[in-house]
């Protein structure tokens, strides 16, 4: 087992406050959330970030995203609307080196982003 926090969490042995899962994906609250509703939607197999990805997780990348949005409307973001991030490496904001992507809503978000 590597030392990857996201991986610990999507493999339960590192507590999440969990979403969802299946056999590929899970989904959890942020531990620091930035919103009233912020949710993180990974992949269970370590991906490093989005620029590691290639035309064989095409399929997955479409799931990541259908869940979150899905995800999204469940959490009351259907009429507001809500933000899907995916912070690519340290100069973009990158802190967890498992790909992830931030789901925000339940205030006003202002763009662009800092
Ligand atoms: P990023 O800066 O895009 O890599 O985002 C990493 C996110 O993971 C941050 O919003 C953190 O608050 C969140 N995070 C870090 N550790 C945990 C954890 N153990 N459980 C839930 N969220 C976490
Ligand atoms: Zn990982």
Do not use: Y
């Not at 999440?16 to 509703?37: L, M, N, R, V, Y």
């Not at 259907?78 to 205030?107: D, M, P, Y």
Request: proline share 5%; charged share 25%.
């Amino acid at each position: 087992m590597n030392d990857c926090v996201f991986c610990g969490i999507a493999a339960g042995k590192i507590p999440s406050k969990k979403i969802f899962e299946d056999d590929e994906i899970f989904a959890f609250h942020d531990i620091d959330p930035k919103a009233p509703t912020h949710f993180l939607v990974i992949p269970k197999r370590h991906i490093e970030n989005l620029m590691e990805c290639g035309a064989e997780d095409e399929a997955l990348l479409g799931k990541l995203l259908v869940k979150a949005q899905e995800t999204a409307k469940d959490l009351g973001c259907g009429e507001s609307g809500a933000r899907f991030v995916i912070n690519c490496k340290s100069g973009a904001g990158q802190t967890v080196g498992h790909l992830h992507i931030h789901v925000l809503g339940g205030r006003e978000l202002k763009w662009p982003p800092g």
